[in-house]
């Protein structure tokens, strides 16, 4: 089985990842003349080679060939950067002809290998397709360019007082386009929903390069079906995203965070109902913290927002975010929130804090956010980013570590720590798995296909995120069942049947 | 062409409806054997047919072959009504076999006859298929066979402090599975986003009778194609949705209203901007009413909301609602709203109303929902639902009565009002034209297709929320493109290479 993240490992890499590449022999590879046709279509600024008629340096091309994780390590000799709709449909038309493979890749920000070449296949580079078509302030609506970065759609917003209904880490990089290829979820999900329903069209180039155009500014359009809705996650592999109609949110006006120090994994459940209720439309996040991540951070400097006193035997921590439009109005839910945990008869938290400033409220986000990090460097992690019901998060956890337990391979000398942490209320755990010395093949035996069997019992999903792309595809189907797998083939044969785009992605 | 709404004239309805629908040939009728196998397969209660071998009297089966309009008129003999959804996959299969047609219905409540039987196709009503599954409070997510009624499924929440985050006027008949398969819009669009966003997962019977089952309770889930998009619209036509599950908010703790007149339309796109800025994530409504319907409303004893001094020569009219967490703070914010728009150097509205109690919100209520029946003794109404950009509402509505007037065709010996009302925020247009002496033919040929092609050319939907069924197949082309066309039966191909499923809808 593939391990989910495996950016730091580099003895095991060429292997590894050599493995799980399919062959093409249905495919070839881009010649002198393919070039020279390209030539036709794009200016010479555009076109990345390394074939002598253009003889671009390697180091040109090397970005579009390693993923950010410096994980996947590509094959293309050529990159293409089309500017315009039009230019993609041409160059789609023409490698269909002559079935060369094409992986579209945008911010190139992926964690799953998804806009990688595999072998031959040429790169279609989006990132100089990066046009605002049209913003309209009223309806929030705006249409762009697949290769418009998020933040700087963000930026383009801002002014008008709204914001994009999705945020990541890689925002600065990610192209929005990228965003819905791979249905990318983030930290608006909670508030503000996925983007299947967010999108409100797509433009796509298909795979025999006819350009569906159904790049609509409509929030309700009920006139067949919604083909769309297939490219949002579609990776890339029925057809190339070039451009994205979004319905974007009003800013909020205010912004709050608590932390609260929980007795009990049991009371996450209760609390997650009580503060849905109690802050109703306004919260717009709530994360899971267990102890052993808390302890990690504090050990690696992070907090501490509560004292040791006040924390004492807590199992777990939540962090809850408020976004609303009137500062005042949100300070007095949270406070009467805090009220009523405090003083309830059997109390759901041990303790609670409420940011009272900008740098208390991102001092409380930076625990949570800095425990990525803290996790690098307690040695090689195995992450996985799985979803599971609510009520199974830290069953999760637990059952993993005790089955490292049992294995004898719980301990500094092999995995010194199992923990978890995640969007409760996208039901989305980050599991975490830390091996002291390092990665070793019987710790990846003993964790996998265990996790992915478990979370496969619990009905979760062995992707919540992050997407299948090329290294989740033999464990897709912990996730969807032979007959989903089997519809999804049927329909990449429909929409690709010469398996031009994005080959092997996704499917296994 | 077809008119949108043909609810109310006897005289056309066979002439008309006979006209739209397509041959048939390529499927068989229902026999007595056919029955006798269906047999082996339901209860006796469960099969209804006016063959001899059942003798349904013909009462008891019309129901089902005539829509809640009266409007369209169903030709099937049999109706079966299974328990399961084992049962629906083996008679799915065996007319699959047998190449008979099926029809599935839900509540019946559709407007553009989608569930109605066109020649020899069986009905397949879910509405024996009435239980929920599960329902986890804590995340809100229910699961529910198909023909679940909505109110039903709100009162069953109802305990929990969830509401269903869709409402419709047919809640008391329609069912969820019919609501997914029609991707029914209704008064909480606004809100909580359309069915593409808070559907998680369907089970579907494909017409091959395989079971797909999707039906995941997980929030995020990105792994592979999100194929049940495709039958949240699908109309019943790429397969039987089964079961549901769906996303359900929590209960708003506070709802309030307000009533504004606003001195011209070009108020209303500035309005909508500061009330969503102000209102932020309490505004659940956003109403538009032309001055036309509004005086309409009055004369036939709605209101008055406002006297006619504080009305005076407003052109038109809004309801905003709020529905939010705390009453004293969203009366605040409403307060402040209405305190700000009056005191504004160039006012956006002449003057405006709060409710102050239950009564009052269902009175402002009622004057907006109270249009429709007023619209049917004003004559009979032409009504067209449509999507337009918001800039365009008004537009739109002025272009037809134009037309009329340069036509000859506008007072009282023709189309005595042309008026608009909907929802802003969903850019969603009801455009009723009244024919006050009733309908003619060519009172129709000056209507369409010239409001088809108004709509089309501001990029709009000809359904913002019906759907297609077999009244808008041949308008479909007017928001969809030749080549959206053509892959919409692509996937039909795939899905249902017999064409036994819901045949002769959706496509034209």
């Known amino acids: 089985m593939l391990r989910l993240h ?6 095991f890499r060429s292997r590894r990842w050599a493995h799980n590449i399919p062959t093409f022999s249905h495919l070839n590879s881009v010649n002198e003349e393919d070039i020279a046709h390209f030539s036709n279509i794009l200016a010479p600024t555009s076109i990345l080679s390394t074939l002598s008629s253009v003889s671009t340096p390697a180091d040109d091309i090397a970005p579009y060939n390693i993923d950010w994780m410096g994980k996947y390590h590509g094959q293309a000799n050529s990159v293409l950067r089309p500017r315009t709709t039009q230019q993609v449909s041409e160059i789609v038309k023409y490698c269909a002809q002559r079935k060369i493979g094409i992986v579209p890749q945008g911010g190139n920000t992926g964690l799953v ?38 933040q700087s759609l963000s930026e383009y917003i801002a002014p008008h007082n709204h914001i ?15 965003n819905v290829s791979t249905n990318a979820g983030g930290l608006r999900l909670l508030r503000y929903g996925s983007l299947h329903g967010t999108v409100l069209g797509l433009e796509v180039v298909l795979p025999d390069g006819t350009i569906l155009d159904q790049l609509s500014t409509l929030r309700k359009d009920n006139t067949g079906y919604d083909l769309k809705q297939l490219f949002i996650g579609g990776e890339g592999t029925l057809g190339i995203v070039t451009g994205v109609s979004i319905l974007t949110p009003p800013a909020p006006q205010a912004t709050n965070n608590i932390f609260l120090a929980l007795p009990r994994f049991d009371n996450v459940l209760p609390l997650f109902q ?12 709530f994360e899971y913290i267990d102890r052993t991540a808390y302890d990690m951070g504090l050990q690696h400097g992070l907090g501490p927002l509560l004292s040791a006193d006040e ?7 939540v962090l809850v975010e408020t976004s609303g439009g009137n500062q005042d109005h949100d300070l007095e839910k949270l406070n009467s929130l805090l009220e009523s945990l405090l003083t309830a008869d059997e109390p759901l938290i041990n303790t609670g804090v409420l940011s009272q400033s900008p740098t208390q409220f991102n001092s409380i986000w930076a625990l949570r956010e800095g425990l990525t990090e803290c996790v690098q460097k307690e040695g090689k992690p ?21 089955r490292m337990i049992s294995k004898g391979l719980y301990g500094d000398h092999a995995i010194s720590k199992v923990m978890g942490y995640g969007h409760v209320g996208d039901g989305n755990l980050h599991l975490n798995v830390i091996a002291k010395h390092g990665y070793r093949p019987e710790l990846e035996a003993a964790l996998e296909p265990f996790i992915y069997e478990i979370v496969a019992d619990r009905k ?18 912990y996730s969807k069942s032979e007959v989903s ?10 929409f690709d049947p010469l398996n031009i785009m994005n080959p092997g992605k996704v499917l296994p």
């Open 113 to 150: 290998g998804g806009g990688i070449s595999l072998q031959k296949e040429i790169v279609l580079s989006l990132g100089a397709m990066n046009n605002v078509r049209s913003f309209d302030p009223v309806s929030g609506v705006l249409v762009a360019d697949a290769g418009c970065i998020l």
């Open 460 to 477: 979760g999903s062995v992707s919540a995120e992050h997407g299948i792309g090329s290294m989740k595809r033999d464990a897709l189907h």
């Open 164 to 178: 994009m209904p999705l945020d990541l880490g890689a925002k600065g990089s990610c192209q929005i386009g990228g």
């Open 6 to 11: 495996n950016s730091i490992r580099p003895a």
């Open 485 to 494: 797998i089997e519809w999804m083939r049927k329909v990449k044969q429909v």
């Open 382 to 402: 195995y992450k996985y980013d799985v979803s599971v019901p609510l009520a199974d998060f830290q069953n999760v956890v637990d059952a993993v570590r005790e």
């Open 311 to 317: 924390v004492g035997d807590s199992q777990c921590f």
């Open 274 to 285: 009580t503060v849905k209720r109690q802050l109703g439309e306004i919260m717009s996040a």
